[in-house]
């Protein structure tokens, strides 16, 4: 089975939580980041899942769309 993945942010916002550390293992399904965009939190979700080695961005740091969040392997 396919893993690993980059996350991107879906749309312009602020990160709110980062909810993974480097190194986790994270399962699929789990969500590693809040994004506020338009007074709404997103949470996004590892589809596949895998370990994180890359945080991109922290809490309260601004987020473009197409911005890499969280790298997984």
């Known amino acids: 089975k396919a893993r690993g993945e980059t996350l991107r942010a879906p749309i312009a916002g602020k990160v709110v939580k980062v909810l993974v550390e480097m190194g986790d293992e994270v399962p699929p399904g789990t969500p590693v980041i809040v994004l506020e965009a338009m ?24 987020a473009e769309t197409g911005d890499v969040l969280v790298e997984l392997t």
């Open 39 to 62: 007074k709404m939190e997103n949470e996004i979700v590892a589809e596949r899942g895998g370990k994180v080695t890359a945080l991109n961005k922290q809490a309260g740091q601004a």
